[in-house]
């Protein structure tokens, strides 16, 4: 079988990642918070700008530590389109690790933020297995309705954001909780909010049948089929297998939503990824229900590529992202 090439950076980061995953998860179902406080590198937000971006910290609900990371773009150059529209971020880790302060997320959002350019809310919800479905999307939805009911001035939110011009994105598991959102929101009647478009990088799907990937890629880096299984066991309910609607999207038991108003949606999948099936078979799904949707492939991209500037597909998201947000703002 045929790997791909990857820096030695690279190779170094995904080996460190997953054996930090390998290590604080549980045979038992349970996670090891407090090492992964130790091992996980977080920053803060910052009302400096750096690199062209300063961020705040926002809370949304202190009871269930739901809050987001604002990502305001502070150099606008004349060839940006005010207002700017708003991008509403779900992070990855398979709904058990990460956070919207982990440093790789930080970065990511940040150069979201100037070179696409957007305002960035990144979302920090609720983790399993202390919190199984639906509590992700229920924080994703809750913060939509956030932003749509609460006065800007109150958080500092940037008089030239555009939430009738708002996007979700996420990676992976967030790229899921995207989805789902995307689905709720469909459903929401908002005052300020409309939801218009959504990037769903890589997406964390599932089933209890193999697919031609997932045999072909059993052990990719960060998501092998066995670290895959542990998250949806401790993600969905007691008693639930993979082919829950939450998780085979397009599957046996799979939502409705033909009736549903659904964001125009760009899917993102790696040759490399092991979920690649999953993410095709979502896209027809969408196609079949009668959304507008691309699919954007790339043959030689890991899973999480997009992370990992060094490697050239990195780029040529940003650029397609960028280019699709352009687009659909415009119509």
Request: a neutral charge.
């Amino acid at each position: 079988m045929a790997s791909p090439v990857l820096p030695w950076k690279t190779k170094i980061v995904l080996t460190i990642v997953s054996a930090i995953s390998d290590t604080v998860r549980r045979h038992d179902g349970t996670i090891n918070r407090r090492l992964i406080n130790l091992l996980e590198t977080k920053v803060t937000a910052n009302d400096k700008p750096i690199r062209g971006v300063k961020t705040s910290d926002v809370i949304v609900d202190a009871n269930r530590n739901l809050w987001f990371r604002l990502f305001t773009p502070t150099e606008i150059h004349k060839r940006d389109v005010i207002p700017l529209p708003v991008i509403v971020f779900f992070h990855g880790g398979g709904f058990s690790l990460l956070s919207a302060a982990s440093r790789g997320y930080d970065e990511v959002c940040r150069e979201f933020a100037v070179k696409f350019p957007a305002i960035i809310v990144s979302v920090n919800y609720r983790l399993t297995p202390e919190h199984r479905f639906p509590s992700q999307y229920d924080d994703g939805i809750d913060t939509l309705k956030f932003l749509d009911e609460t006065e800007f001035n109150k958080f500092g939110f940037p008089t030239f954001a555009d939430l009738s011009r708002c996007f979700l994105a996420g990676d992976s598991a967030g790229g899921n909780l995207a989805h789902h959102v995307a689905v709720r929101s469909g459903e929401t009647d908002f005052k300020r909010v409309k939801v218009i478009g959504q990037i769903s990088i890589q997406p964390f799907f599932g089933g209890e049948e193999r697919t031609e990937s997932e045999i072909r890629l059993p052990k990719a880096p960060l998501i092998s089929v066995e670290r895959t299984d542990w998250m949806w066991k401790v993600f969905l309910p007691e008693g639930e297998n993979r082919d829950h609607e939450a998780v085979n999207v397009s599957g046996p038991r799979a939502t409705d939503i033909s009736r549903v108003k659904y964001p125009t949606t760009m899917v993102v999948l790696g040759g490399f990824d092991p979920l690649q099936d999953r993410q095709r078979d979502f896209y027809q799904w969408l196609k079949r229900n009668g959304k507008t949707v691309k699919l954007v492939e790339y043959p030689n991209a890991i899973h999480a590529f997009y992370v990992f500037p060094e490697l050239p597909e990195s780029s040529e998201f940003i650029t397609e992202a960028r280019d699709f947000i352009h687009e659909v703002r415009g119509k």
